[in-house]
């Protein structure tokens, strides 16, 4: 679908441009890139589009393997859409449990453990025209049973990234009670 619209984009832009040539305009249309003068008023006919500096794009679903396939997808939907992906993690699985009753008691009929996996994609530096349209296509390719929601980058979130190591905490609790670590002179 993207793929389409570009290339009718791409159409219609040519056309004008022979309709415009036909009219004996003269218009400047022609790119030199080779080279080597480039006056400086080209720079100030670009439009000032106002970009995001970081967008997380959060997955969440309970399907490993449908989660991991639908990152990858996002990921190469964002560099074919010339975004800068800077990152991508996962977070570590949430445990939910979930008990079934029977009718009218406190007996449990079953009892299921679920697991909420999350993956994070990290886009920098992304024009608010792009965005809006990327987050059409992941709407709209979005699988069951997956979630997604696009959020500005926090230092919270990047707090969340890293997993405690508990055993390097009891080591230096264990050196707080002995009375710290020595200075050295």
Request: a negative charge.
């Amino acid at each position: 679908m993207f793929v389409t619209k570009c290339l009718g984009q791409q159409f219609f832009k040519m056309v004008k441009l022979q309709t415009f040539k036909s009219a004996k305009i003269c218009i400047p249309t022609v790119c030199h890139y080779g080279s080597v003068y480039e006056p400086d008023y080209l720079d100030l006919l670009k439009p000032d589009i106002p970009e995001y500096e970081k967008v997380n794009i959060q997955i969440k679903g309970y399907d490993f393997a449908i989660l991991e396939s639908f990152q990858k997808f996002v990921h190469t939907i964002a560099e074919n859409m010339d975004l800068e992906v800077s990152d991508g993690w996962a977070l570590p699985p949430q445990t939910i449990n979930v008990k079934r009753f029977v009718a009218n008691s406190e007996n449990v009929e079953t009892q299921y453990t679920l697991n909420v996996y999350e993956r994070n994609i990290q886009v920098v530096e992304v024009p608010s025209t792009k965005l809006s349209l990327l987050i059409e296509v992941i709407e709209d390719s979005l699988p069951a049973g997956v979630k997604a929601s696009i959020h500005r980058h926090t230092d919270e979130q990047e707090v969340l990234r890293y997993i405690p190591d508990n055993e390097l905490k009891t080591l230096k609790e264990q050196l707080e009670e002995m009375g710290g670590s020595r200075k050295k002179k």
